[in-house]
């Protein structure tokens, strides 16, 4: 069995929330302390805890109060790596806090066109950011866990100040970290800043996807409250449980898909076929319709489209520019996927290309391309299906031959 352990962001994430969330589900402040003290920044701060409301809920704020001497303290990643690699931290815990550090420098370097270790990392690079990633990483590795997965992330908006001035939100180095995890992402309606560039490349760095919960036995529950009163609860929840043997496997492969949805009753039916190509023009990866009644008794269709979050934005202009729809409601889920290979093979017609599904060893589905047994068999004036039948023989007899 493995300790499992999701974060749901419904007001996004800080490093403060989600260190307050794992003192919130059992680790201990006195813990903390002490194992931070070996950073060598002692000096420069005090961590405190405390229970909190946020709209009538109670969680745990823990804060990060600096020393006024030491407020503008600013440090470069190799200083960073060099304390965290001399600190005397359980090996997960260190090994993890340099992955983040690296990862943020890496964004925070692409989005001022320098390297990583050239990167001055102002606000992240204060100490108190320090004591929220390497405080995370020790909580996290406290509670044993194996794998940590993430929901998807709301944008917040507005502006915010920062040490180059006033930036939109979300700021640069959170969208070039959620970039390069294809991270879902979702307006709540809440014009702040709801994820930072700490928290981000905490749950970046080390989440295995983000989405949907994964299977687990709940045993407790983290509240790490945020530092704004926002207008729903600024709560950061961690879920921490046991995937075991009686709860269903996570699968070796899974990704994130996007789901967008419109309901249309006033559109020419002729529509909808032009519609479909120019959607997996777009990048979908399947469409669909089902017949449905509407207001007013009026029979109408559910036109569902699915593509990865990358294609949602193409996927919805498609959708409003070649349809009546007025609205469109989308929505990012996990699926399971099966390792997939294309096999080419002869026969008397041509060449066709078989799909071959597998999982692990397991060999679990064979499937001819369609539109190659289409092609072959209208050149041929053939059955699709005769063609499809031989496309099939033929891989069994080249797979089975010893």
């Not at 070796?252 to 009753?265: K, M």
């Not at 509407?294 to 949602?312: D, N």
């Amino acid at each position: 069995m493995s300790k499992v352990a999701y974060l749901d962001c419904p007001t996004g994430i800080a490093g403060d929330m989600f260190l307050g969330a794992l003192v919130d589900a059992g680790v201990p402040l006195e813990y903390l302390i002490e194992r931070l003290k070996s950073l060598g920044f002692e000096q420069e701060y005090q961590l405190n805890a405390q229970k909190v409301h946020r709209m009538g809920q109670i969680a745990t704020k823990v804060s990060v109060n600096l020393a006024s001497e030491h407020s503008s303290t600013h440090r470069h990643l190799p200083d960073i790596q060099r304390a965290i690699q001399n600190a005397t931290l359980p090996p997960r815990a260190r090994d993890w806090s340099l992955q983040v550090f690296q990862q943020l420098a890496i964004a925070e370097g692409a989005v001022h066109g320098i390297s990583p270790e050239k990167v001055h990392f102002h606000e992240v690079g204060a100490v108190d950011a320090i004591v929220d990633i390497v405080g995370s990483c020790l909580g996290l590795d406290w509670l044993g866990i194996d794998c940590l997965y993430c929901s998807a992330f709301p944008t917040g908006g507005g502006r915010v100040k920062a040490a180059h001035g006033l930036l939109p939100v979300p700021v640069p180095a959170v969208l070039k970290l959620w970039e390069t995890r294809n991270v879902p992402i979702y307006s709540n309606g809440i014009e702040c800043e709801l994820v930072t560039p700490t928290g981000a490349a905490i749950a970046v760095t080390l989440a295995q996807s983000f989405g949907s919960p994964p299977p687990l036995h709940l045993e407790r529950i983290g509240l790490g409250a945020g530092s704004k009163e926002l207008p729903i609860p600024n709560i950061l929840r961690l879920w921490i449980g046991e995937s075991g043997e009686n709860t269903p496997a996570l699968p070796n492969n899974t990704e994130t898909i996007a789901i967008l949805e419109t309901q249309i009753d006033d559109l020419n039916p002729q529509a909808i076929g032009y519609t479909f190509d120019a959607l997996f023009e777009a990048g979908a990866v399947d469409v669909f319709t089902q017949a449905i009644g509407m207001k007013k008794s009026r029979p109408g269709i559910l036109l569902t489209v699915l593509c990865p979050p990358s294609r949602i934005a193409a996927c919805q202009a498609v959708l409003f520019r070649e349809t009546t729809t007025l609205g469109i409601r989308y929505r990012t889920q996990q699926r399971a996927i099966l390792n997939r290979t294309l096999q080419a093979v002869d026969t008397p017609y041509g060449t066709v290309r078989v799909k071959v599904a597998t999982q692990g060893e397991t060999l679990l589905n064979i499937q001819p391309e369609y539109e190659d047994c289409a092609t072959l068999a209208r050149e041929n004036n053939q059955p699709w299906r005769v063609v499809h039948r031989m496309a099939l023989d033929a891989w069994h007899r080249r797979n089975e031959e010893p």
